[in-house]
């Protein structure tokens, strides 16, 4: 859903930027075309069994051992519908900043309701099963572009809802929404949600192939830019790349509301929902080692990640960063190291380090995509292709078993940078 901007709202007016849903829907005929070859909104009567990704990750070996289970994760987004079958239990209270009538709850899209099942569905009532289904969900409700162009709105609810999140007892924020427009009012709440500890997941955007340009809050230094990946292990062509880009997750055909009123689901594109399964992934990790800061699960995260045969060692893709996530390599097989508490993975730099109670001893520092000095790109390679198979995890390159049979990952023209950190804006 990536509406065409008709006239200037009142968040735009006052900090030149407007904010939009990271789905896209049918309309968006190209993208669709390009990732399944069919139109993506026909109504799906068994959303579950299109929840490839799930086998693909291997879940159901994940959840014997990690299910997310005492984690929290704030969904800033269109509301969330705490009545849904799949998520009754798993909402707890959050908070509507749009200014406008309504709860966190009353979701005007469906968007966010989507998200949030992504990430703790239970899967009840024929519902989407969420990756994390142990996790609990924080809702705070803003507004999007359509939204701002229907009523009256709050224009500080993006900065106010990080900040509410950040003070909140959540570990994980999870925004799929995105804006062309930098705002330092916006990044200062990102950065403060950083130093508080949480680790703040956003979607890259879905114009890759068009004018992909930066889009916030995923572009700012502190925040976690998730980009898109499809079966077949290869970044969407939708989904937006640069060297903002930190990690992937699956993007393309994710079932999803079709609306806001939650008669049924469809097939969807977007860096929203890669997103929403990278803060799943964190959220596993987590509940798995709750003694761990926000800095080694995401380390762990980085170095876990799936890459295909080619990737040099201590390379980051503009396309898909460190990778695409693979939460089981490390939960099943014990992949990465969790490093310094108090150093991020982002910006080499000492930010959100441990509390008084954790455990965790400091391993190797980050690596040397993470410590290199800014603005200095190295060559550009592509990743060849791989046959090999899969781990029983998920594990291999970078995934994926799916049916019983081994996919063949290649990441087609994607560009490297060797020693390459965030760029600020």
Not at 15 to 32: D, F, I, P, Q
Not at 57 to 77: L, N, S
Not at 94 to 115: L, R, W
Request: glycine content about 12%; proline content about 5%; some cysteine.
């Amino acid at each position: 859903m990536t509406p065409a901007v008709s006239h200037v709202s009142k968040r735009a007016a006052l900090y030149g930027r407007r904010h939009r849903m990271l789905c896209a829907a049918a309309a968006t005929a190209a993208w669709a075309v390009v990732m399944s070859g069919t139109a993506t909104a026909a109504t799906i009567t068994d959303p579950q069994a299109k929840q490839w990704y799930l086998d693909a990750m291997h879940a159901e070996e994940i959840w014997k051992t990690a299910t997310g289970e005492g984690i929290k994760v704030a969904v800033i987004d269109s509301g969330v519908n705490a009545s849904t079958p799949s998520l009754q239990g798993q909402v707890l209270k959050g908070h509507d900043f749009t200014g406008i009538d309504g709860e966190e709850t009353d979701d005007y899209t469906g968007h966010g309701t989507s998200m949030a099942e992504i990430i703790a569905g239970t899967g009840q009532g024929g519902g989407l099963k969420g990756l994390a289904p142990g996790a609990k969900i924080i809702p705070y409700r803003v507004s999007d572009t359509d939204l701002q162009n229907e009523k009256k709105v709050n224009a500080f609810d993006i900065q106010q809802a990080i900040r509410a999140a950040a003070d909140s007892d959540a570990q994980i924020i999870n925004v799929s929404m995105g804006s062309e427009f930098y705002s330092s009012e916006e990044r200062d709440a990102v950065e403060y949600a950083q130093s508080k500890g949480k680790l703040f997941f956003a979607a890259a955007g879905n114009t890759g192939d068009g004018p992909n340009k930066e889009e916030y809050p995923a572009a700012y230094p502190e925040a976690i830019a998730v980009t898109g990946s499809g079966l077949d292990g290869k970044v969407a062509k939708f989904s937006q790349h640069g060297n903002f880009v930190d990690i992937a997750a699956p993007g393309a055909d994710i079932p999803s509301w079709c609306d806001e009123n939650f008669k049924s689901y469809c097939d969807r594109n977007g860096t929203s929902h890669a997103t929403a399964i990278a803060s799943a992934s964190a959220a596993l990790i987590w509940s798995k080692h709750p003694e761990w800061t926000g800095n080694q699960v995401l380390r762990v995260m980085f170095e876990s990640a799936g890459r295909g045969k080619g990737w040099k060692p201590g390379t980051v893709s503009n396309f898909l960063g460190h990778g695409i996530v693979r939460p089981g390599a490390h939960i099943n097989r014990g992949l990465g190291k969790p490093g310094a508490p108090d150093v991020s993975p982002l910006t080499n730099e000492k930010v959100g380090g441990a509390t008084s109670g954790s455990a965790a001893s400091p391993a190797p520092s980050a690596p040397a995509s993470s410590q290199a000095p800014e603005g200095k790109p190295g060559s550009d390679a592509a990743v060849a292709g791989s046959s090999e198979k899969a781990g029983a995890d998920g594990g291999g390159t970078p995934w994926l078993v799916v049916g019983g049979a081994a996919a063949v990952v290649v990441v087609a023209g994607a560009a490297f940078a060797v020693a390459r950190r965030r760029r600020s804006a």
